[in-house]
């Protein structure tokens, strides 16, 4: 039976979450609302706009469309200033070119906005035009809806069902469950096994090294 | 019986652990050293200098006292940068004033430099003359070593089992273990329920406005 993976990026093959989760909370504050950051966290992986209104919603703001812009838009903005930090996680690389060296097709299926994802790429060390790559502008429904997954999915020509979907947020595992796919969790966006276990999680693993080193536990390979 | 209790302050009382995980990543990068962000969030809330230590031991790199000072004081300067957004938890400042008007005794144990925890008192509208503070400067073994703990309940006058311990740290929780106060865990740090009941929580709340609308299960109070 021959599998397929699809990876988030933000968090499971780049090291990029917690800057995420303060760009949001600056922008937060900048319209005058707050929000725990530890709350945010755990909204991180939901699509951009979702996430917005979500929190708008929580914290009890209107959640007219053009605040909805101002935060993503504060969020990219305070993004930026903090993106010359981010690194790879331990392992991406050598996983992807593990893969591709096994001839298990993969793909990226990330919520992260065009700019933000081809940054992700290049610190990746990955072409984009030999990437297969599709964020939330390819779909209607975002994350947790399982739109990107299956659309993924069909790009890449596996049925669903044989497709692991490889996330660190509980969004990348419910969109796995309500698909079909089968969900593996990483801890490397600072969410615990329990979390991602109780969300869909198949097995979790500490990083993209750490899912290599256990490659066999979920598909033949050569190595 | 009459109970007392010890709040840690970053992540407990003030929000601030994400903004200290940035400044921890972003110094150890300025001194060419690495580790996933995830892990430094995981190492939050024991003593700077044993958390610089334990750092550079996991990354490999040379723990000579030089590199721990300059690594302690990169992620100082990194902090004061993000230091103006950080807010007090929700609820942090009424549970204060409603412990101190049940006549029920409580004091802050932190490991963050007196600059900091003066600022965080603040935030906090706390007036520092009238509130008993222990850093990890008033004894020679920071968290998770109880030293801290201890020296706080001798100054409380509580004898320690007696004492709960509230942190967001699995650090917080240990050290309460090892010396036989109660611990209590909140989310609000961004660590999860089982990881905090793991070290020892004996309950676990959301945050400072939890704790206190459930305040009767810990301590009995007039409202």
Redesign the interface.
């Known amino acids: 039976m021959k599998s397929a993976f699809i990876f988030d990026l933000d968090?499971t093959l780049i090291?990029s979450?917690?800057?995420h989760?303060?760009a949001w909370?600056?922008a937060l504050?900048s319209e005058g609302l707050?929000l725990?950051?530890?709350k945010i966290?755990r909204k991180i992986g939901m699509s951009g706009e979702l996430f917005a209104k979500q929190l708008l919603r929580e914290i009890g703001g209107d959640i007219d469309l053009e605040r909805v812009k101002r935060v993503k838009k504060g969020q990219s903005e305070a993004f930026d200033r903090?993106n010359g930090?981010i690194?790879p996680?331990?392992g991406a690389r050598a996983l992807l070119l593990a893969l591709t060296g096994a001839q298990i097709p993969w793909a990226i299926a990330t919520s992260g906005s065009p700019e933000a994802t081809s940054s992700s790429l290049e610190k990746l060390g990955l072409d984009s035009s030999q990437t297969m790559v599709l964020t939330g502008d390819d779909v209607e429904h975002g994350k947790p809806e399982p739109d990107l997954f299956l659309a993924t999915a069909e790009r890449l020509g596996v049925p669903i069902e044989r497709v692991y979907i490889v996330g660190d947020s509980v969004w990348d595992l419910l969109g796995a469950r309500r698909c079909h796919a089968l969900g593996v969790g990483l801890?490397?966006?600072?969410?615990?096994?329990?979390?991602l276990q109780r969300a869909g999680a198949i097995r979790v693993y500490e990083?993209p090294a750490d899912l290599l080193d256990h490659l066999d536990e979920l598909a033949t390979h050569p190595k």
Chains 1, 2 share one sequence.
């Open positions: 968090g090291d979450v917690y800057q989760v303060i909370s600056e504050t707050s725990p950051v530890s966290h903090l930090q690194q996680l331990p801890r490397s966006g600072g969410v615990g096994d329990e979390e990083d």
